[in-house]
């Protein structure tokens, strides 16, 4: 398996542009908004399980960051950073208490009959309809398996599979060990496993 | 170590995460061990299958220029941005509380007082005075001084930027920063100056003495901008 490398934060273009930010190129924060909005956005639809408030919290991240640019100092990945601020706004949304986790927008849509049903995707494989079915079932058993890890668990995952992060980028934004972080992405990597047998046993996924 | 104990590190293997000597380890026992091969093989597929499936926002159509107009709102109500220059100064103002004031604001009427002097006709170098010029100030106590005009209800508010009367008389005898610096501020304020003609509120007010043609000459040279714009001033009416 391939090694994940490790950059120093100097050597991170996104560090280069907060800095350039820092000293005032406007133009900077607007390419560092444009090129982590989706991670951002993502990032709390994963952990709060609700569309529009993830884009509220993201909002709110990109007007931090703006409102902390002197704060910024250069001692990780900007990226490290950046979800520092947005786990944060996540777990303060979630603390509120005003908070109710519409689950319905991220939880797997069932028939009248209980039955779960996959998420309209889009069609690649019109040929293959099994398969294509099969991905609709995955789709929505993940949302479900996803919904139900603890917070610290999911977070692992979704930092380290979906946005990139090496297990010690995901331990800075939790503020836990690395090794703590080793084993909270192997217990949701399991459940994954387990909740998908049937699936991938199933179809050749 | 059994295979059953080694499944974090073959998830941490799949991921990348494992130090290369380690990586170099597990990788050597995969090759011998079929079970732990066949773990890999469905945590790999575990990672596919959720990196490829599962549900991902885009942000609405909206959703950039409704952040760009929430930014500028919010640029309206944050302060500007600070210079390294104003933000030292804010901050040693916020952290002088009460008494503390007292011998900051002498020592900013110093320096427009010092200045006010360099502006003038007679110059640093200690000059001949020239006619239109006021005399030197005496420094005793002015018990014989024409009593201070009645004191304005706007020097009644701005009580605190009265500055200490034997201060600034001293100040007049000095040319040099250094000589400024060196002034001891009296540790009890005077109150034999032109007492009858100060409010009593002002008097209660231990240290802020009004000395009310100097508050108008700071008025007057509020910043150093000004300071330095300004003529030389041969009518100064500060001295009476």
Redesign the interface.
Known sequence: MEQKEQIAPHDDPDVQLMLRFQQGNQEAFRQLFQKYTPSVANFAFHFLGNRARAEEITQEVFLQVYRWQQRYEPKAKFSTWLFKIAHNHCLNEVRKGEYRATVESISPQEDSDGEERGRELPDTHPSKGEDVLAAKQASARITKILRRLPETQRTALTLSRLEGLSYQEVAEVLGVTEKAVKSLVFRATQSLKDGLKDIMDSYDL | MICEDM??EL??????????ED?AQI?AHLSTCSACSRDVA??T???T????????????PD??A??WQ??EQ?KRT?PA?ESRLSRWWREWRESLTGWQMMPALAGAASILVFFGYIVSDRGPTGGQPTGNNPPPVNTSPPVKRPPTPEVPALVREKAGLFVNYRVIADLEKFSRFDEIAAVQLPEEPPTSIAENDIPRDLLEKPGFFANYPMLQKMEELKNLETVLDAPPDGNDKSHG
Request: proline share 5%; with cysteine; charged share 25%.
């Open positions: 499944q974090e998830v941490a293997y799949c991921d990348g995460e494992l130090p290369e990586g990788a469905q945590y597929r575990v990672n299958l959720l990196m490829e499936q599962v549900e991902r926002i885009s942000p609405s959703f950039a409704t952040f929430r930014l919010e944050l941005q």
